[in-house]
């Protein structure tokens, strides 16, 4: 099959309120154009460097989503283009993202990542993080930047019972964040679900998958 097919067939399942990231980390920029020009604009990288090189290679109307884990002092280096950054997990991050998207006259959206999996190498913030950094962000006013919803990775398993579990653990917690109305908006964003788990996450509600190997292959 190739990229394009691929592509065709996931975007032709997914429902219509689900967006669909393409996740092209490692992959080179002639496989990202056979996305694009399949159709895709939303790309999903892991590494701001390798993002930004693919940024200044490719067509200008495509989105870039940050998806990896993002250090604080790297965060300058997207600021200028980024369209929504999944992995923030503090409230420091979420500053310096204010802070370097003011420089460039931007509202950087954002989605706060949330510890759901039961791995320890994971990142994420729990409930009550999550409660705090929202209070912060709304009495704050940080202008620049904008938290829309969640991010999930579930546990690397085979337990589709585990897995479940955690995707609604996630889907329960954007529900209660937005019935409590802590920001003055609703979040509209769950980005959860990736290519072995994605229908699974959107049977829990997800609003954005993430994905890669099933349409760009293997990575290495
Ligand atoms: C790599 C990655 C994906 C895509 O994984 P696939 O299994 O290839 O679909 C999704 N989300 C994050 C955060 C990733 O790092």
């Known amino acids: 099959m190739s990229i394009k097919d691929n592509l065709l067939r996931i975007k032709s ?20 154009m056979e996305a694009y020009n399949a159709g895709q604009r939303i790309f999903g990288e892991n590494k701001i460097q390798e993002m930004t090189e693919k940024w200044e290679q490719m067509p200008k109307d495509i989105q870039w989503h940050m998806i ?57 913030l729990d409930e009550k993080e999550l ?20 991010m999930g990775m579930a546990t690397f398993t085979d337990n589709q019972t585990q897995i479940k579990m955690e995707f609604l653990n996630l889907k329960s917690t ?14 509209s964003i769950i980005s959860m679900g990736m290519s072995g788990d994605y229908n699974l996450a959107i049977e829990c509600g997800s609003t954005m998958v993430r994905i890669g190997s099933s349409i760009f292959g293997n990575r290495k």
């Open 13 to 32: 399942q997914l429902p219509e309120n689900v967006i669909l990231v393409a996740v092209s980390k490692t992959k080179p920029v002639s496989d990202l």
């Open 131 to 150: 409660e705090d950094i929202l209070h912060i962000v709304q009495n704050d006013k940080l202008q620049n930047i904008k938290v829309v919803g969640l």
């Open 174 to 187: 954007f529900d209660k964040i937005n019935s409590l109305s802590i920001v003055n908006y609703q979040l």
């Open 68 to 124: 990896g884990h993002v250090q604080t002092n790297k965060v300058k280096y997207m600021a200028e283009y980024v369209s929504l950054i999944h992995g923030v997990d503090s409230l420091k991050l979420l500053q310096e993202i204010n802070k370097q998207a003011a420089k460039h006259n931007r509202i950087i959206d954002c989605l706060l990542q949330m510890y759901i999996a039961e791995e320890e190498t994971k990142f994420g």
